[in-house]
């Protein structure tokens, strides 16, 4: 399960931070997930619940925004938004864009603390 790992490696982070600033107690945690990342909400939040048991962040929340995704149309020069992963076509000229700028994000946008 992908999502253990991806939980495991953020909260090593966060309890780097939470040490760094010398917090004992994390709050909330607010992940930005890509909607083409692959990620299952309900089993992140059961990765969440397993890594965080015993550790200062058991308490905290988990907060999860979504990203949608888009891809980039060199021939308009413009973002378009999209639903897949793979090869796309723009929505105004039809040209096929494999250039997909967001909707694969997974990193930790804010950790709260005190
Ligand atoms: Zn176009």
Redesign the pocket.
């Known amino acids: 399960m992908h999502e253990v790992g991806l939980m495991t490696s953020a909260m090593e982070t966060v309890l780097e931070q939470a040490q760094a600033h010398g917090a004992r107690r994390v709050h909330r945690i607010v992940l930005r997930i890509g909607v083409l990342a692959g990620v299952d909400p309900a089993s992140l939040r059961f990765a969440f619940e397993v890594v965080t048991r015993d550790t200062i962040a058991a308490d905290a929340d988990l907060d999860v925004d979504a990203v949608p995704a888009s891809a980039y149309?060199a021939?308009?020069a413009?973002e378009f938004g999209v639903d897949h992963g793979y090869i796309v076509s723009?929505p105004?000229?039809g040209?096929l864009s494999g250039d997909l700028r967001r909707g694969r994000e997974l990193e930790l946008s804010r950790i709260e603390m005190s």
Request: with cysteine; glycine share 0%; net charge positive.
């Open positions: 149309c021939k308009c413009k723009c105004r000229c040209q």
